[in-house]
C-alpha cells in the first residue's frame, strides 16, 4: 500500500471510530416503526433478502465513506450522493474529514470476498446505524447503490426526531445478475435521437442494472457517426430520415462523450454499422459502394431489404476497414456490431464471403463481432455472437458453431411492437406484445436447442421508424424495458408475474419524477399516490 493511501485508510477508520465511539454519549434512542425489506419494490429483483425489520434513519447526519484504495468507488460515491440530492433534496457529504455531526454511515467497501461471485455481486447490509456496500469492482458497487436508491422513501417520516428523517428498512441483500449482457438497442437511423435524449435513456436504463446500450448507427434512411475519412457519410446522409424530418449525426466528439457518460454508469457501448444490406444512406453518399445495380436515390420510407455494399469491390473493404478503425479507437467496449440482417438483395455467396471478411476486420480492431441471427449463415468463428431476433434456425446454427448468442426475440422483446390495437406508437409484424407477454417468458428455456452456456442474455431493442421524440421513444420502451432489465438480471425462480406486477406499479413514482411518458398499461394497477 502506498504511504499516501495508508494515511488516508487511517484517517478514516479514526473519523469511523470516533463516530462510533460518540455515539453511545450523543445519540437520542429512536424508535423506529417496523419495515420489511423483504417487501420492498425492487428492479430487479435481488437473489436473496434477508430482512431485520427496523430502521436506518436517512438524515442531514448521514455521509458516505468509500474504499480509500479506488478512486472509482468514491466516483460511485459521489453518484450516490448526486441521487439523494436530486431524489429528496438531502445533501449527503462523500468522504468528509470535518463533518462534526456524523451519526450514520454509508460505506462502499471493495471486498475480495469469496461469497462475491461476478463483478457485478454485491452484499448490501443495511443496519440501524449503517449501510454497507461490499462488491469486488466500482461496478458492483454501482448497482448496489441502485437497490438502495429504490428502497429509500419519497416522502420524510417526520414523528421519528426533530428533522427530516428517511426511513431505509434494515437487512441484508446479496445479489449477482443470471445474465452478464442486459441490454437495449435505440435505433437513431430511422429517426434521429439527441446527444441528450441518449443519455436520459442511460439514466433510466442505469437505475434498472442494464448494462449494454446497443447503437443503430446506420440504415438505408440515415447515417449517424462522424467518420472522418468519409466526411460526405454524415454530410449528405446524416440530414435525411424517415418521413422527410432533418435527421443529425453525432460528432466523434458527441459520441465521446456518449461513450463516457455511459461508462459513468457502468454502460457498454455498442456501435452498430448495418452491413451489407441497410446500406442505402452510405451508397448514396458514395456511389462506388453500391451493390444493387440501381442508381441511389435518398430513401425516406420504411421498407427493408432492398440496398446492398458490392462484396467483390476492393474499394468497399477499404471503406469498412476506415469506418470500424475510426469508431473502435472510440469505442472501450469489447464489441462491434456489423449487422448483417435482411440483405435480400445480396446473392448468398457473396453474403458469405462478406461476413467472413468483415469478421476479420473486426478482429483486427481488437473487437469481437456481433451479427444479426442470419450472420450463422457465414463461416463464422466461435469468438462472434450472433443476436437472435427471428430466425430459430439460424440461432441454432450459431449454437452449433459454439457462438454465444443474446437473445432478442421480437415476440417478447422489441420495443416498437405496439401494445395492443390501441398502441399509438409501433409496428405489429411480430405481433402485439403487451407488458405480460414482453415479461413472462424464460430466456434460459426460449430454445432447448441451446446449451445454457452459450446464452450472453437478452436486448430489447427498439426500432424508431414510427417514434420521433423523446416521449414517444418513452412510450413505447416504458414499461416494458424495466421488465426486460429482471429478466436479464434475475434467476427464473424469483420472478413471478403477480409479484412483479406490484412492484412495476410502484415504479409510477420514479417515473413521474424522470418525466417519463410511459405507457400506463391497464394490467398495472399504477401507484400514483406516493
Ligand atoms: C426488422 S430486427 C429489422 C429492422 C426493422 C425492424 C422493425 C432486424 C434485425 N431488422 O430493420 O427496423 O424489423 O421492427
Not at 463464422?380 to 427471428?390: D, K, L, N, P
Amino acid at each position: 500500500m502506498k504511504k499516501t493511501t495508508l494515511l488516508k485508510t487511517t484517517l478514516l477508520l479514526l473519523v469511523i471510530i470516533s463516530i462510533s465511539c460518540g455515539e453511545k454519549k450523543k445519540k437520542p434512542i429512536l424508535h423506529f416503526p417496523e419495515t420489511n425489506l423483504a417487501n420492498e419494490n425492487i428492479i430487479p429483483k435481488p437473489s436473496k433478502i434477508i430482512a431485520t425489520n427496523s430502521a436506518f434513519g436517512l438524515d442531514s447526519n448521514t455521509v458516505i465513506y468509500t474504499s480509500q484504495t479506488s478512486k472509482e468507488f468514491e466516483e460511485v460515491g459521489l453518484f450516490l450522493s448526486e441521487k439523494i440530492k436530486e431524489h429528496i433534496n438531502l445533501t449527503i457529504p462523500v468522504n468528509s474529514t470535518t463533518n462534526e455531526t456524523v451519526e450514520r454511515i454509508i460505506y462502499i467497501n471493495k471486498s475480495d470476498s469469496i461469497s462475491l461471485t461476478t463483478k457485478e455481486s454485491y452484499e448490501l447490509y443495511i443496519a440501524k446505524d449503517s449501510i454497507i456496500i461490499n462488491s469486488k469492482s466500482a461496478e458492483g458497487a454501482f448497482r448496489a447503490v441502485q437497490t438502495l436508491r429504490q428502497i429509500i422513501p419519497n416522502k420524510s417520516n417526520d414523528t421519528i426526531t426533530n428533522h427530516k428523517m428517511w426511513l431505509v428498512p434494515t437487512g441484508k441483500i446479496t445479489d449477482s445478475p443470471n445474465f452478464e449482457y442486459r441490454g437495449s438497442m435505440l435505433d437513431v437511423s430511422r429517426h434521429f435521437f439527441s446527444v441528450d435524449d441518449v443519455k436520459k435513456y442511460i439514466d433510466l436504463l442505469a437505475y434498472y442494472k442494464i448494462n449494454m446500450l446497443h447503437l443503430h448507427l446506420s440504415d438505408d434512411q440515415g447515417w449517424r457517426i462522424e467518420i472522418k475519412s468519409w466526411p460526405k457519410l454524415t454530410q449528405v446522409s446524416g440530414n435525411t430520415e424517415v418521413g422527410g424530418g432533418k435527421g443529425g449525426f453525432y460528432t466523434q466528439e458527441d459520441y465521446k462523450s456518449i461513450v463516457a457518460y455511459a461508462a459513468k454508469h457502468f454502460i457498454t457501448i455498442i456501435p452498430e454499422i448495418d452491413m451489407p444490406g441497410h446500406t442505402n444512406a452510405a451508397v448514396v453518399a458514395y456511389p462506388i459502394l453500391n451493390g444493387n445495380g440501381k442508381t441511389p436515390k435518398t430513401y425516406t420510407g420504411m421498407r427493408v431489404g432492398f440496398s446492398t455494399f458490392d462484396a467483390q469491390k476492393d474499394t468497399v473493404y477499404k471503406f469498412i476497414d476506415d469506418v470500424i478503425r475510426e469508431i473502435s479507437a472510440i469505442t472501450p467496449g469489447p464489441y462491434f456490431h456489423i449487422g448483417g440482417d435482411e440483405s435480400f438483395v445480396t446473392k448468398k455467396k457473396d453474403y458469405i464471403y462478406f461476413l467472413n471478411t468483415v469478421e476479420k476486420i473486426v478482429q483486427k480492431y481488437n473487437k469481437q463481432m456481433i451479427g444479426w441471427d442470419e450472420i450463422s449463415q457465414a463461416n463464422i468463428g466461435s469468438q462472434s455472437i450472433a443476436q437472435h431476433w427471428r430466425d430459430k434456425e439460424h440461432s441454432v446454427e450459431a449454437n452449433e458453431k459454439g457462438m454465444k448468442i443474446i437473445l432478442s426475440p421480437a415476440k417478447k422483446t422489441y420495443l416498437d411492437m405496439k401494445y395492443d390495437k390501441s398502441s399509438t406508437y409501433g409496428l405489429d409484424w411480430a405481433g402485439y406484445v403487451p407488458v405480460d407477454v414482453a415479461y413472462n417468458w424464460s430466456p434460459s428455456l426460449y430454445f432447448e436447442e441451446l446449451n445454457k452456456t452459450n446464452i450472453l442474455g437478452l436486448e430489447a431493442p427498439l426500432w424508431s421508424e414510427t417514434i420521433t421524440n423523446m416521449a414517444t421513444l418513452e412510450y413505447l420502451a416504458f414499461p416494458r424495458i424495466i421488465g426486460h432489465a429482471e429478466l436479464g438480471w434475475s434467476v427464473d425462480e424469483k420472478r413471478n408475474w403477480d409479484n412483479y406486477k406490484i412492484r412495476l406499479a410502484n415504479q409510477a413514482s420514479y417515473l413521474k419524477r424522470m418525466n417519463v411518458n410511459y405507457y400506463p398499461s391497464q394490467l398495472i394497477d399504477w401507484n400514483i399516490s406516493n
